[in-house]
C-alpha cells in the first residue's frame, strides 16, 4: 500500500494494457517497479478512461509483457492504492532440454494449483540442435532468449530471474558413461553455468544430475561442486530422489539440489510416496507390430525379480543392443515398473501377460513415463513416423517432471514462509510488498 485514499474521493478502479514500446519507455525514463509503472500510466491517462456509473468503479487488470501483475485503485486526485494479483517468478533454464520445466508448469497451471503465482520462463539454453527443433514445437519463447552455447553466453544480458534450474551433461558422471569427470569437457560445462549464477544471483538454484555424481572420484568431485556453491554465496541442500516415488512407475534415482541464497532460509525437500500405478497405467492401445520382441529370444529369469511380480530376460546370444548393459537384456514385467530409461529407444522392453506380447516401449509411452501429458509433441521424420534416435535421446535424458512439479512446490512454500517474516525482494528494493522482481 502506497498512499492512502481520502473518505472524500471516490475510488475507481480503471485499467491500462501496456505494449513492449511502452514498456521500454517507461525502462528509459527510469521507471523500474510496479508502482512507478501504474502510478506514471494513471496520471497520464486517468480521464481516457469511462467510469463505470452503474457501480462507480470496475476491477481492472494491469498485464505487463502480457502477464498479469495487480490492479489498482485511483482516484480524481490520482493517489493510488497497488493491490498486486500474482506474483511473477521468473525462471532461467541451463541446459534445458525439452522442457520439463516448462511441461511442470503447465500442468501446475492446469491444475490450478497456486492460482496467485505465475511462472514464467524467460530464458532457456540448449545446444543440441535436434533437441532445441522438439522445444521450439511444444514452447513460445522469445527466441532472442533461447540460447544455444552457454560458453558464448554474456551473463550481463540474460532477463533477470527469481529461479535457475541448470541440468547439466550427465555422461562425464554416470556409471554408463566413462566418467571422465573434470577431465572432459562436458564435466566442466557445470562451472559455466556457475558463472550466470554468480552474476544473476537468483533466489533458489534447483539442480539436477545423475547419482553417481556423488561418489564420482571418490566424491571429490561433489566436494568441488558444493564448495563452488558456498564460494558464490548458496547453501546447498541436496537429496537423491527416485520417480517411484513420485507417481512414476520408472526406477530413475537422480541427484537434485535446492540452493538457497544466504539471506533467504533453507528450502525442505519434497517427500514422495511409492507409487501405486504399473507400466500398464502408462501404455497405448492398438501398438503396431514392428515393437514386437522375437519371443524365442526371450526367456524366464528369476534373478531379477524388484517387484515380486518377475522378469523376464532377452537371451544372452540375442542381444537387441551392442552395448553389455543388463537393462537391454532385461523385460519387465507390464504390471510393475521399468528400469531407467535411457537414451536408447529399445533398453526398455516389457512383457504384458494378458496378451501374451513382449515389446519395446512406444515413444509416447516412453514420454509418459517421465510425466509428460499426450500434449506434448514429439519429434517426427518427414515421411510422418516416428523419429526413434531422437525420440530415445528426449525420453532418456530429460526429468521427470512429477519431481519437478514437488521441487517448485516447496520453494513456493518457501517463498511464501518468507513474506510472512519479512521483506524478501529478489534484489529488488523498490518493490518490497512481493518476493519477486517484476517483469522487465
Known amino acids: 500500500m502506497r498512499t492512502l485514499l481520502t473518505t472524500q474521493n ?26 512507478k509503472y501504474m502510478k506514471n500510466l494513471f496520471i497520464e491517462t486517468f480521464e481516457n478512461f469511462p467510469t463505470d456509473t452503474k457501480k462507480g468503479k470496475k476491477k481492472v487488470i494491469l498485464p505487463v509483457n502480457n502477464h498479469i501483475t495487480g490492479s489498482c485503485i485511483v ?70 532468449h533461447f540460447y544455444t552455447d552457454i560458453t558464448k553466453v554474456d551473463e550481463t544480458t540474460l532477463p533477470e530471474v527469481d529461479i535457475i534450474f541448470t541440468s547439466p551433461v550427465c555422461c562425464s558422471f554416470s556409471i554408463q558413461g566413462l566418467r571422465g569427470g573434470f577431465d572432459d569437457t562436458r564435466g566442466t560445462l557445470i562451472f559455466e553455468s556457475l558463472r550466470i549464477i554468480n552474476h544473476q544471483k537468483p533466489m533458489y538454484v534447483l539442480y539436477e544430475n545423475v547419482k553417481g555424481l556423488v561418489n564420482h572420484d571418490q566424491g571429490i568431485t561433489f566436494e568441488v561442486i558444493q564448495k563452488s556453491f558456498k564460494n558464490i554465496g548458496y547453501k546447498n541442500n541436496w537429496k537423491v530422489l527416485n520417480s ?54 526371450v526367456i524366464n529369469n528369476p534373478k ?58 512406444t515413444e509416447r509411452e516412453r514420454i509418459r513415463l517421465q510425466g509428460f501429458s499426450d500434449n506434448f509433441i514429439l519429434p517426427l521424420k518427414p515421411d510422418g513416423t516416428f523419429h526413434k534416435t531422437l525420440n530415445g535421446k528426449i525420453s532418456g535424458n530429460t526429468i521427470p517432471v512429477p519431481v519437478v512439479k514437488s521441487l517448485l512446490t516447496q520453494v513456493l512454500h518457501s517463498i511464501e514462509k518468507s513474506m510472512k517474516t519479512s521483506h524478501i525482494s529478489s534484489n529488488n528494493s523498490d518493490y518490497e510488498t512481493q518476493p519477486t522482481r517484476l517483469i522487465s
Not at 11 to 26: A, D, P, T, W, Y
Open 75 to 144: 482516484d480524481n486526485s490520482s493517489e493510488l492504492i497497488s493491490t498486486p494479483k500474482k506474483r511473477i517468478i521468473r525462471i532461467g533454464c541451463h541446459f534445458g532440454g525439452i522442457g520439463s520445466v516448462e511441461e511442470s508448469i503447465r500442468q501446475m497451471k492446469e491444475s490450478g494449483l497456486f492460482n496467485d503465482i505465475e511462472f514464467i520462463v524467460v530464458y532457456s539454453i540448449e545446444w543440441d540442435i535436434g533437441v532445441r527443433q522438439v522445444y521450439i514445437d511444444n514452447w513460445d519463447l522469445n527466441p532472442e
Open 244 to 297: 517411484l516415488d513420485f507417481d512414476l512407475p520408472q526406477n530413475r534415482e537422480r541427484i537434485f539440489g535446492i540452493l538457497s541464497r544466504e539471506d533467504i532460509e533453507p528450502v525442505e525437500f519434497p517427500i514422495g510416496e511409492r507409487t501405486t500405478k504399473s507400466l500398464n497405467d502408462f501404455l497405448e492401445e492398438n501398438v503396431d507390430t514392428s515393437y514386437n520382441l522375437d519371443t524365442q529370444y
Open 10 to 35: 471516490k475510488r475507481v478502479i480503471k485499467s491500462i494494457s501496456l505494449n513492449q514500446e511502452q514498456i521500454c519507455f517507461l525502462q528509459n525514463q527510469g521507471i523500474t517497479n510496479f508502482s
Open 304 to 361: 531379477y525379480n524388484p517387484n515380486g511380480q518377475g522378469v523376464l530376460s532377452i537371451t544372452q546370444t540375442h542381444m537387441y543392443t551392442k552395448t553389455t548393459f543388463m537393462s537391454d537384456q532385461r523385460v519387465q514385467c507390464s504390471s510393475g515398473f521399468c528400469g531407467t530409461l535411457t537414451t536408447s529407444s529399445t533398453n526398455t522392453k516389457i512383457h504384458i501377460k494378458e496378451t501374451n506380447v513382449s515389446r519395446n516401449l
